[in-house]
């Protein structure tokens, strides 16, 4: 029995969040638990990040590696193999593709095949003006004089 959360709440008194809450929600559903190819996922630094997929049998011809906006996209396709020759095949080849959400301003960095393992490089990289920056505080100089203008009550006519 599966839970489904309702963000409409939050869509209605949140603004900007809409993608955070996208991301939730498609969390939560159910799907089909695809274990292969296993990977891990590390923090390598403040905003460096690093995807390390065991893809044993995989060429670099076969692998994919794929960014479209937030979304990183890994599949793999081997070569036409002869199946015919194979009396046990307990390494698994079949064709895949695993799907990766990014947060805002993640970019691959890299992406290399050595000992069967895919390792592909991430860095978060904030434009210049969403970085925090120092604002200067002026002394000495004085703002220009503002004259205000009392109202005049109005008149009573006699």
Do not use: C
């Not at 599966?2 to 969040?17: M, Q």
């Not at 860095?123 to 970085?131: A, D, Q, S, T, V």
């Not at 000495?140 to 203008?149: C, I, M, Q, R, Y």
Request: charged share 30%; proline share 6%.
């Amino acid at each position: 029995m599966g839970t489904t959360l309702d963000f409409t709440p939050l869509f209605r008194s949140s603004i900007g969040f809409d993608r955070m809450l996208n991301a939730l929600e498609a969390a939560s559903r159910v799907e089909p638990i695809n274990s292969w190819p296993p990977y891990d996922i590390a923090k390598m630094g403040e905003d460096d990040y690093r995807i390390t997929m065991a893809v044993a049998g995989f060429s670099q011809d076969d692998l994919t590696v794929t960014q479209e906006q937030n979304m990183l996209m890994v599949s793999g396709q081997r070569a036409g193999d002869n199946d015919d020759r194979y009396l046990h095949r307990g390494i698994p080849g079949q064709a895949f593709q695993r799907r990766f959400e990014l947060a805002d301003h993640v970019k691959v960095v890299d992406a290399s095949l050595l000992n069967g393992l895919l390792t592909i490089d991430l860095k978060r990289e904030l434009p210049e003006e969403m970085k925090p920056r120092r604002i200067e505080i002026v002394t000495g100089k004085a703002l220009p004089k503002v004259e205000t203008k009392a109202i005049e009550p109005a008149k009573q006519a006699a």
